[in-house]
């Protein structure tokens, strides 16, 4: 009966924790490519064949039973509590955030200038060796690689201070105080190597599909402006007549507006 209660108190939790991260990724993704921006290639493998919204259930459905069956089995007996609803999830909060800048971030330049970015990190990566390519991407990511190796140090340093130190309890402690805060600490340690690894996961995507024509950077979003004749040479006419090194157009995305050239 306690491995049942367990088990669905595990289930409960962590879906509740993944459906967030779940809705996050789709704001993330609303306006972007989920080829060039989704780190798990799992998702973005089910999505070509059943869709966003069925990958996530199919997802949800695989990974919460385990992990709930994980807890239930194993966790609960040896703690005592459903630990790894929380381990798991607390994986699924870090991305929520993550997933949320990218959103907002987005929305501030907008999707296109965020995908032009992403080309231009795709045309300089595609010009650089394997060395080459490793090392711009440690530098764009530095402080994400710091925090890796700084967590992988303080974990292997925690543990083996742990070994010399031999703790008392005085009076009972809270099974919940005890576990769970060396957990979160965990989890947020080991979440940057797992950002940095998907880093170099999505750029490697990033790559393949940039060799697709269809796919290539220098197409993809790239803005088209239909002007007439008569604007272009109306425009070169008053910069001759100017003495101007430039023109200016000035753009706007209504079609019952028309375009304003500036001669500078």
Request: include cysteine.
């Amino acid at each position: 009966m306690d491995a049942i209660l367990a088990y669905f108190y595990s289930l409960a939790t962590y879906s509740c924790f993944q459906f967030f991260d779940m809705y996050s990724t789709k704001l993330a993704l609303s306006k972007l490519q989920i080829e060039k921006h989704e780190i798990n290639p799992l998702l973005v493998f089910l999505n070509k064949r059943i869709g966003i919204n069925a990958s996530f259930l199919l997802m949800w459905f695989v990974i919460a039973n385990s992990v709930a069956a994980f807890d239930a089995l194993y966790i609960q007996n040896i703690f005592g509590l459903t630990l790894a609803c929380f381990f798991f999830g607390m994986f699924h909060v870090f991305a929520v955030f993550n997933n949320l800048q990218i959103h907002f971030e987005t929305q501030f330049v907008g999707a296109d200038n965020f995908e032009r970015n992403t080309e231009f990190l795709i045309r300089e990566l595609r010009n650089r060796s394997s060395f080459g390519k490793v090392a711009l991407l440690l530098r764009l990511n530095l402080f994400s690689v710091f925090l890796s190796l700084f967590g992988i140090a303080t974990l292997f340093l925690s543990i083996q201070l742990l070994n010399f130190l031999q703790f008392r309890l005085v009076e009972p402690i809270n099974a919940f105080l005890l576990y769970f805060p060396p957990m979160m600490i965990l989890a947020l340690i080991l979440f940057f190597p797992v950002k940095v690894f998907g880093m170099f996961v999505i750029c490697r995507r990033r790559l393949q599909l940039s060799k697709s024509p269809d796919n290539s950077p220098q197409n993809d979003h790239a803005p088209l402006v239909s002007l007439s004749v008569d604007v272009l040479e109306t425009a070169l006419k008053d910069a001759r007549v100017n003495n101007a090194k430039y023109v200016q157009f000035s753009l706007t995305r209504k079609e019952d507006q028309e375009t304003e050239c500036n001669s500078q």
